[in-house]
């Protein structure tokens, strides 16, 4: 199942049910009408959620086109990233850096969104607690995180091969920066060190380390993150951002 916000008037935007192919979605407000309330109570909506997602493949459920322009993401806002919540930057959102920064850099990777988790839990909990996955981006300026951002389409665990590498691509304007590779396996065991000293609640976001890329970027760069499954489509949509100075 593939899951994405877009964009509206609220903060937390309207959650959609995405079709395999990124092309079509399927609003599901009267399941859930944002993403966290989804998590909040993952053991209704989860299979009401799954269903819907069988019929956009099926036709049986009434779809409308899918743009990954007017996506957020997925969680615009959540609990927990990297030690403190906050609000995340939109996918295909301009990155804006203070003027005369120097080292800026983004760093991509595989995250994952989990559910209610208590502290010091063993690995098979940690994996049962990964509801989905999603890329991530960091970008940073002078050794600061000035925005975070995440892919247009989260996913549950079975849209990846269990145990299988895959690779995240990286263009830094136009230019193929050196990808990172892993799996899903990777997950569990970064859930499990990110709860080995706090409790995590649903809606929290981990970054699993898997598939880390780094780059130098400059003003003006594009930069674009995406991964394909084996046979060549997108997973999760791109991540495509342009780094500009303040008040452009």
Do not use: Y
Not at 61 to 79: I, K, Y
Not at 178 to 207: E, F, P, Q, Y
């Amino acid at each position: 199942m593939k899951l994405a916000t877009l964009k509206d008037s609220t903060r937390d935007g309207k959650l959609v049910v995405v079709s395999k192919d990124l092309t079509r979605c399927s609003e599901v407000g009267h399941i859930a009408r944002t993403l966290q309330a989804a998590l909040d109570d993952w053991a209704h909506a989860g299979p009401r959620l799954a269903r819907v997602a069988i019929g956009v493949e099926t036709g049986a459920q009434p779809t409308m086109r899918f743009h990954e322009h007017d996506a957020a993401s997925p969680l615009p806002r959540g609990f927990f990233w990297a030690g403190g919540s906050g609000g995340f930057t939109g996918p295909r959102d301009t990155i804006s850096v203070p003027d005369g920064a120097s080292n800026v850099s983004t760093t991509a990777q595989l995250a994952v969104i989990v559910d209610d988790l208590d502290v010091q839990v063993g690995a098979d909990e940690a994996k049962q607690a990964v509801l989905l996955v999603l890329l991530a981006n960091d970008v940073s300026a002078a050794g600061a995180v000035v925005a975070t951002s995440f892919s247009p389409v989260a996913v549950t665990p079975d849209e990846l091969d269990d145990g299988v590498d895959l690779s995240l691509m990286v263009r830094r304007s136009g230019k193929p920066v050196d990808g990172g590779k892993g799996n899903a396996k990777d997950c569990a065991a970064a859930v499990a060190v990110a709860a080995g000293k706090r409790s995590l609640v649903a809606g929290s976001i981990v970054a699993t380390g898997s598939c880390l890329v780094s780059s130098a970027l400059s003003l003006g760069d594009t930069v674009r993150i995406e991964m394909n499954d084996r046979t060549g489509h997108s997973i999760f949509g791109a991540i495509e951002q342009r780094v500009e100075t303040r008040g452009k």
